[in-house]
T-cell receptor, first 110, second 117 residues
């Protein structure tokens, strides 16, 4: 079993829809949870960062962490074509060593 | 703030040659930097941890003699792919923790795409 599971299936949504992404993990030592956005041929950029369980909101983005279920989510409200990218979940136990999911390719159709 | 610059952004080389990729932290010091490798439609795989003033720590399965890492200063780490072969073609990305060890939030460079002919 991989440490982080993220269904890489491409996701196409119409502009304005809510995008829902999620990851599951197996390592109970993970305490830090992140979502990165990666445009084609570019490095990942940090979108959201959460420590331990709970919700965090930043503009149109909401990150949720449920440590009891080992499940994290990212929601994008009012999606825009500029949100089209690959979204990677990442997590760490506190030593800067990040475990990444495979990434979800999201396409927002105008 | 917290910008990581990577150079070159893309490089094409002949099989058997060596290629050097630079990673710089522009506005902060980084005693540690991380080198990742990413294949198309795949996740980032940690290759090694670059430590300023000491030897790099390589992940299991990564050949340290093939992927030479040097971290000579607090703002520069280099990855040299020695005797490159077509199977080394990949997207190499470096990162650094802007707040030092324990921050657990990494800033990534823009990546370097290596194509070995």
């Amino acid at each position: 079993q991989k440490e982080v599971e993220q269904d890489p299936g491409p996701l196409s949504v119409p502009e304005g829809a809510i995008v829902s992404l999620n990851c599951t993990y197996s390592n109970s030592a993970f305490q830090y949870f992140m979502w990165y956005r990666q445009y084609s041929r570019k490095g990942p950029e940090l979108l959201m960062y959460t420590y331990s369980s709970g919700n965090k909101e930043d503009g149109r983005f909401t990150a949720q962490v449920d440590k009891s279920s080992k499940y994290i989510s990212l929601f994008i409200r009012d999606s825009q074509p500029s949100d089209s990218a690959t979204y990677l979940c990442a997590m760490s136990g506190g030593n800067n060593r990040l475990a990444f999911g495979k990434g979800n390719q999201v396409v927002v159709i105008p | 703030g917290a910008v990581v610059s990577q150079h070159p952004s893309w490089v094409i080389c002949k099989s058997g040659t060596s290629v050097k990729i630079e990673c710089r932290s522009l506005d902060f010091q980084a005693t540690t930097m991380f080198w990742y490798r990413q294949f198309p439609k795949q996740s980032l795989m940690l290759m090694a941890t670059s430590n300023e003033g000491s030897k790099a720590t390589y992940e299991q399965g990564v050949e340290k003699d093939k992927f030479l890492i040097n971290h000579a200063s607090l703002t520069l780490s280099t990855l040299t792919v020695t005797s490159a072969h077509p199977e080394d073609s990949s997207f190499y990305i470096c990162s650094a923790p802007p707040q030092g060890i324990g921050a657990n939030v990494l800033t990534f460079g823009a990546g370097s795409r290596l194509t070995v002919l």
